[in-house]
């Protein structure tokens, strides 16, 4: 079974950045390398969204909302997905989960708040 634990989310303020991280340790290397990993967000009362994601090639894809302010990449090595978060709006603020496409597993999520 997956585990994805994310990490750096907090209280910014506009204009600020943020970079979450999400670890996948117990992803056999092999698995984590041939599986999509995306970053989804979720705000109170709305759906939830992707924001980005990261093919097994590196190709990447970004929620509208994000495009030029958001970069997605990974670290096979150590098993790891970034978002860099750059720019950032109140309509940011949400709780921002790691998935991959394997079976389809979530993280737990991280609280990301865009404030004065």
């Known amino acids: 079974q997956a585990q994805l634990v994310e990490s750096g989310g907090g209280l910014v303020q506009p204009g600020g950045s943020l970079r979450l991280t999400c670890r996948a340790s117990?992803?056999?290397?092999?698995?984590?390398?041939?599986?999509?990993m995306g970053w989804y967000r979720q705000a109170p009362g709305k759906q939830r969204e992707l924001v980005a994601e990261?093919?097994?090639?590196?190709?990447?894809n970004y929620g509208d909302s994000v495009k030029g302010r958001f970069t997605i990449s990974k670290d096979a090595a150590k098993k790891m997905v970034y978002l860099q978060m750059n720019s950032l709006k109140p309509e940011d603020t949400a709780v921002y989960y790691c998935?991959?496409?394997?079976?389809?597993?979530w993280g737990q999520g991280t609280q990301v708040t865009v404030s004065p």
């Open positions: 117990r992803m056999i290397t092999s698995v984590f390398n041939s599986h999509s």
């Open positions: 990261i093919s097994s090639a590196g190709v990447t």
């Open positions: 998935k991959t496409e394997w079976n389809n597993y």
